[in-house]
């Protein structure tokens, strides 16, 4: 008789609680990184909040972009993207695609565009024929856009209007993406690692499924917590961060207000790190020629320069690129074409006594109203001023003096000296002083051949003489 085997029971697979929400967001940030070395200890807390917004962007009305950008290949941006599709909401990773391919993945609900190797297509070169793909990016900022495009054959055709509302990741070397996609992103600036630096070696099957708790319990929790605390959200945006860029950390930091614990706090550092970085590494042409502008005049301690001679500063300027504009030095022409963009012209100027022109600090054309509105406020002096001791009263120890020795005065209100040491008295000592309260027009007689020294004493109020002390 052959014996049967009972089959293995099945055990019912509970899934696992879900943890609060800040020990959740942190949990999320030690996975990432495992896999990354990250320049700053903002970027993986960052990159943790705008995961989660990919899960709850139907209650924002913006969804900031994402940039990865590095100086060369090799610094982990790609891994970057790797380790978040198994994270964020519906991923959708590419390389390359066309633009009316994304329209109609868009136009079946919102996906999480991940695009790697983005310098292949925003390059100085090539740029500007993928105005379409600009264009859908930029729109896809906000709820409200749509993209307008004629769908069907000659006799059929209509206009469509499709929903290009969706968050979106990109990958790249750095340099050639267009400054109106940059203004409405958060940029990560990656980089090698060195020899000292670590990360977990990558593999696909194993993320996934250690990612797939996080990613479920990240959309778990946004979907419970969506209508009633982040749709209309308002947080408090920290000092500094303004416009565009309140614009587009308000659904991270609105997220961390509702994840508690540390993160309000550990948004809001990252939110002034970011901005702060932004407005001094990036910039256009412009921009950069207002801000060297603001470091010359300023060094040079003048209102009013020759064009002459803000060419010859910039031009030798070790750090700058102003010797290479497409190929062409910096000239008169393009220094006034850039900066009457900013209502900045030259004008007639007198410069050490010789006649020119150039450009002046003040008026209606000067460069002051440009660096107000276009360069970000000067930083404060971090040296603090030294603090005030407090200050004795010193009173001066004065010998009594003899008639001829006396100074003129016109007037003492109150002139108190310090008692000495009590003194025995002796037969010598003279008849004490006694407390002068009021002399009015004392005038010594004349002295031949000397000027009184104490003519023009009208008033002496208050003076109280010291003890005797011996001859």
């Not at 729109?139 to 307008?148: D, F, H, I, L, N």
């Not at 997220?255 to 614990?261: C, E, F, N, S, V």
């Not at 009263?393 to 310090?418: G, H, I, K, N, Y």
């Not at 309260?437 to 000027?451: C, E, F, L, N, S």
Request: proline fraction near 11%; include cysteine.
């Amino acid at each position: 008789m052959t014996a049967t085997l009972a089959p293995p029971a099945l055990r019912v697979l509970h899934p696992a609680a879900r943890p609060e929400p800040a020990v959740l967001l942190d949990q999320v940030t030690a996975f990432l990184a495992r896999f990354s070395v990250f320049p700053d200890q903002h970027c993986a807390p960052t990159l943790a909040l705008w995961y989660a917004h990919t899960h709850a962007i139907h209650h924002f009305y913006t969804t900031p972009r994402l940039i990865l950008d590095s100086a060369e290949p090799g610094s982990g941006k790609t891994r970057v993207l790797e380790v978040a599709q198994h994270l964020v909401a519906k991923p959708e990773m590419t390389i390359s695609v066309t633009t009316a391919a994304i329209f109609r993945m868009l136009a079946t609900g919102p996906i999480t565009l991940l695009f790697d190797e983005i310098d292949a297509i925003f390059t100085g070169k090539t740029g500007g024929n993928h105005e379409d793909l600009r264009a859908l990016l930029n729109a896809g900022y906000k709820r409200s856009a749509t993209v307008a495009r004629c769908v069907g054959d000659a006799s059929r055709m209509k206009v469509e209007r499709f929903p290009v509302f969706a968050p979106v990741a990109l990958a790249g070397i750095a340099g050639g993406m267009p400054s109106t996609i940059t203004t409405r992103a958060i940029t990560i600036h990656m980089r090698r690692r060195a020899p000292h630096e670590h990360a977990e070696p990558f593999r696909e099957k194993k993320v996934g499924t250690e990612a797939e708790p996080l990613h479920d319990h990240l959309a778990d929790w946004l979907d419970t917590v969506g209508a009633d605390r982040l749709a209309g959200a308002e947080p408090a945006i920290p000092d500094g961060v303004t416009d565009r860029n309140a614009e587009v950390w308000e659904p991270l930091l609105a997220i961390a207000d509702q994840a508690g614990g540390h993160w309000p706090t550990t948004a809001r550092a990252a939110a002034t790190h970011f901005v702060t970085t932004a407005a001094h590494t990036t910039g256009s042409i412009g921009t950069r020629l207002l801000a060297d502008l603001h470091t010359l005049y300023r060094t040079t301690g003048t209102d009013r320069m020759a064009t002459t001679d803000i060419l010859t500063a910039l031009l030798a300027a070790e750090e700058t690129t102003w010797g290479d504009l497409d190929g062409r030095p910096l000239d008169a022409r393009r220094l006034a074409r850039e900066l009457a963009r900013y209502g900045v012209r030259p004008g007639p100027l007198r410069i050490g006594g010789h006649p020119t022109k150039g450009y002046q600090i003040h008026g209606p054309t000067g460069l002051t109203d440009a660096w107000t509105r276009y360069l970000p406020p000067p930083e404060p002096d971090p040296t603090p001023a030294e603090p005030v001791t407090a200050v004795t009263a010193v009173t001066p120890q004065v010998r009594p003096l003899d008639t001829a020795d006396r100074p003129s005065v016109t007037a003492v209100t109150s002139v108190t000296a310090p008692p000495p040491p009590p003194v025995e008295p002796t037969p010598t000592d003279r008849p004490p002083h006694r407390r002068v309260t009021a002399v009015t027009d004392v005038t010594d007689p004349p002295h031949p051949g000397k000027d009184p020294l104490t003519r023009g004493v009208t008033d002496v109020t208050d003076v109280t003489a010291p003890s005797d002390r011996e001859d």
